[in-house]
């Protein structure tokens, strides 16, 4: 896989955003896939994953509820819909495909604030 993220910007308090994140190689029905994200002066962490079909999906405990993670193999795309965003939620986000190593994807910058 070679992963390309977008969508990240800049969205006050209680909007959403939606992530997307490309793989241009085409190969990504056979990877799990996930988010993580990196908050200013932190270290990287999980933020959710979806299984090879999709059916199966986990969040942290800190974004469940609020975002939905999902895939679209045909168009070989992850998302990740962000809804009721908080400032603690700023971060560069990451996605990532998992088989027998993480391959990642560059971050793309979301920043909550009024």
């Known amino acids: 896989v070679q992963l390309q993220a977008s969508g990240g910007g800049v969205v006050q308090p209680g909007g ?3 992530l997307s994140c490309v793989d ?8 799990v ?3 993580f994200r990196q908050p200013p ?13 999709g059916g199966f999906t986990s969040y942290s405990d800190s974004v469940r509820g609020r975002f939905t993670i999902s895939r679209d193999d045909a168009k ?15 971060a560069v986000y990451y996605c990532a495909a998992v088989r027998t190593a993480i391959s990642w994807g560059q971050g793309t910058q979301v920043t909550v604030s009024s």
């Not at 002066?41 to 079909?53: M, N, P, S």
């Open 16 to 18: 959403s955003l939606r």
């Open 24 to 31: 241009s190689i085409g190969a990504l029905s056979s990877y």
């Open 33 to 35: 896939v996930a988010w």
């Open 41 to 53: 002066g932190k270290e990287r962490h999980f933020v959710a994953y979806t299984g090879r079909t």
């Open 76 to 90: 070989n795309t992850i998302y990740l819909q962000m809804d009721s965003l908080k400032p603690e939620d700023t």
